[in-house]
């Protein structure tokens, strides 16, 4: 571990301005990834800004057609939220299959989300549903948020306050998942809503999480599991590690996508 300065911010502007201050800072949410990255020293930020006891980055709320999730939510609230069990029972099961207990009690959507892991959860529900990414500066549309593996468009001095996502009429999360970190081989996310079909895949782009349009367009006509049937993806835009070979990972977005769509059903 390299030497760094810590801060507790105490307020959503006091983080920014000492991420602004300060030129290598980072936010510092559950510190799952965080921490044992730069225990690793395979990161070296100057110095860690805590957003940790900012009452403003916490809570889940339902308004109207929208579910808003404070940045420093974390996984086990979500898992144990009725609100969403109500509204969005997808995020439960997703919450519910990230890492293991002690994970979700310190892992936070916030943290996920910026992190953009090419295997992570909730960036696939954020493009699976068309929410919006709330941050210290803008409002940023899910679809344009992901750029690349670990890389948002999120700037250096800008935080994730909330993510905004617009309650559908039936989504699914199914995950095909590595059984030691339990982050996702192949994961989909399919929802039906506001926004038309959607399909988001996790686990096995080349590029990170990315929608599928061919399986969307199949969808719109008919939301059934047979609709996708001839719909096969192109290995050379998968990825290929220890735990599976592109090939396989393009199998499995067509498998996994017509689990998530009967369990839509
Ligand atoms: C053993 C293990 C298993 C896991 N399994 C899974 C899994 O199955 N599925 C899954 O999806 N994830 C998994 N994770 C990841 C975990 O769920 C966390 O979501 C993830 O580590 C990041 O969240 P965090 O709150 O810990 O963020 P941190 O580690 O604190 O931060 C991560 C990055 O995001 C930045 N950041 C944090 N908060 C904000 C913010 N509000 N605004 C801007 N930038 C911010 C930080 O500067 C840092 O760059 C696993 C992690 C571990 C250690």
Redesign the pocket.
């Known amino acids: 571990m390299y030497d760094f300065e810590f801060a507790r911010a105490q307020s959503v502007t006091d983080a920014v301005a000492r991420l602004k201050a300060t030129e290598g800072a980072?936010?510092?949410?559950?510190?799952?990834?965080?921490?044992?990255t730069i225990k690793l020293r395979l990161a070296k930020p100057s110095a860690l800004v805590d957003?940790g006891r900012l009452p403003d980055?916490k809570g889940i709320d339902v308004a109207g057609a929208t579910v808003t999730i404070k940045?420093?939510t974390r996984?086990a609230d979500v898992l144990r939220s009725p609100d969403i069990a109500k509204t969005i029972p997808a995020l439960v099961t997703l919450a519910g299959?990230?890492?293991?207990v002690q994970?979700?009690h310190?892992?936070?959507?916030?943290?996920?989300v910026?992190?953009n892991?090419p295997?992570?959860?909730?960036p696939a529900a954020c493009l699976g549903l068309g929410a919006t990414i709330v941050?210290s500066k803008r409002e940023i549309p899910a679809d344009a948020f992901f750029v690349a593996l670990f890389t948002t468009a999120?700037e250096p001095d800008?935080?994730?306050?909330a993510i905004r996502f617009p309650i559908p009429e039936r989504a699914a999360y199914v995950k095909f998942?590595n059984p030691a970190?339990?982050?996702?081989i192949v994961g989909a996310f399919v929802s039906k809503g506001p926004q038309g079909v959607r399909v988001a895949i996790t686990g096995a782009g080349d590029n990170g999480v990315f929608r599928v349009s061919p399986m969307e367009a199949a969808l719109t006509k008919d939301f059934a599991p047979k609709a996708i049937e001839g719909i096969r993806l192109d290995p050379g835009n998968m990825m290929s590690d220890i735990h599976a070979s592109s090939e396989y990972r393009a199998h499995l977005v067509g498998v996994i996508t017509r689990r998530a769509v009967a369990a839509c059903l």
Do not use: C, F, Q
Not at 119 to 122: E, G, I, T
């Open positions: 980072k936010p510092l949410a559950g510190g799952m990834t965080l921490l044992p957003l980055l940045a420093m996984h299959g990230i890492g293991d994970v979700r310190r892992g936070t959507i916030g943290g996920s910026a992190n892991d295997a992570a959860d909730y941050t999120l800008e935080i994730i306050t998942k970190s339990r982050y996702a």
